[in-house]
């Protein structure tokens, strides 16, 4: 809630605050945007290679805190803004550069934080799930319909309770809250440190994805043996011991990305121990049936892109909103940056009937569980 209570409402900020242009501002947030969700690649890979998930979600909570720290000091220290701009004047004062320097490290730091927190928050969570009951398939896709309820019910108290405080109450007011509820989140999360499940970092998918088409080619000219045989190199805890063929959508790329994990000569590949000591030369059928999986997501990850792109001109509605009657009574009035909300109401209110009403609907209609 705290890093997204700070986006609606920040062009009328830097519009009214730091005398920007509305395009020059809508370009900055929208370049802010692509920087945080560019970073959340980096968080997964830190996360999975080098420090775990919990270290991570620490540092992205650290850093937000001091992010929106610095973004709040910007409303109460003198100085930190350009003076304010007369409603009718022209020629206003803009911003200097050490004064956008501290609006831009602000904004650095909260897209650090973000890009920590969200790809590691909701693996972190499932961490917490047992995997051996038997309905845990099932425990797993509550746990993430909830989730995404859960950070939608925080998306719209930002778009409207933290917006009418900004608009209302000021804007030293509403960063001000933003900054006490992260400190609060932070110290939460550490203060239960003790009881989570801390998965320790192995290595990263992101790294499996590019050495099995690169191993791959190197083995185009190589038939692929049969599924059953023992010649594909696999971990010893691994549940499958041979790649599959299979992956709809896409005939070939199985039997192409199989090469991968192909064993050619176990005397040089293989150490004494059956382990491969260099991972450019030989995957694990793991690493291969994995790239496979990104590959089926593809699809359904595509259909995302466009409702991504509307979303993140947030700005634009913000701007257009300010410019009509949004008085529903004579003592009601929709503030101009809460109108993206209905998007996320509708949201929430579906996530529910989808797990509590169509799931079981259909389970039982098709067989299927």
């Excluded at 190589?222 to 063929?245: F, G, I």
């Amino acid at each position: 809630m705290a890093s997204i209570g700070v986006l609606p409402n920040m062009i009328l900020y830097l519009m009214r605050e730091y005398n920007m242009e509305a395009a020059n501002g809508a370009n900055l947030l929208f370049i802010w945007s692509a920087l945080t969700n560019g970073l959340a690649i980096y968080g997964a890979f830190l996360s999975d290679a080098y420090f775990g998930r919990f270290r991570v979600i620490a540092l992205g909570s650290f850093s937000s805190l001091i992010g929106i720290i610095l973004l709040w000091s910007t409303t109460t220290i003198p100085g930190m803004k350009p003076p304010p701009c007369e409603q009718f004047q022209d020629d206003c004062n803009p911003a200097t550069p050490s004064q956008l320097a501290v609006l831009f490290s602000s904004f650095g730091l909260i897209s650090i934080g973000a890009g920590c927190i969200r790809p590691c928050s909701m693996a972190s969570g499932a961490n917490q799930l047992d995997k051996e009951t038997p309905d845990s398939e099932r425990i797993f896709e509550r746990f993430f319909n909830w989730y995404y309820a859960s950070t939608a019910m925080s998306v719209v108290i930002a778009l409207t309770t933290m917006v009418y405080i900004q608009d209302h109450l000021g804007w030293n007011f509403g960063f001000g809250i933003l900054a006490i509820l992260m400190f609060f989140s932070a110290f939460m999360f550490l203060f239960g440190s003790t009881l989570y499940v801390k998965v320790k970092p192995s290595s990263s998918l992101f790294t499996g994805f590019v050495q099995v088409p690169l191993v791959a080619f190197k083995n185009r000219h190589l038939n692929p043996p049969p599924a059953d045989s023992n010649e594909y190199y696999h971990h010893s805890d691994d549940k499958k011991l041979a790649p599959t063929n299979k992956l709809r959508s896409f005939y070939y790329v199985p039997r192409w990305l199989n090469r991968a994990c192909m064993i050619r000569g176990p005397a040089t590949e293989l150490s004494s121990d059956g382990t491969a000591p260099n991972l450019w030369s030989i995957c694990s059928v793991e690493q291969v049936e994995s790239l496979k999986t990104l590959l089926r997501v593809i699809p359904i990850w595509s259909t995302g892109i466009m409702i991504l792109v509307t979303v993140g001109q947030s700005s634009f509605s913000t701007l257009q909103a300010t410019t009509m009657d949004r008085y529903l009574t004579p003592n009601f009035e929709i503030l101009a940056a809460s109108f993206t909300v209905a998007t996320v109401v509708v949201l929430m209110i579906w996530i529910p009937i989808y797990d509590v009403v169509l799931i079981p609907f259909l389970a039982r209609y098709s067989g299927q569980p």
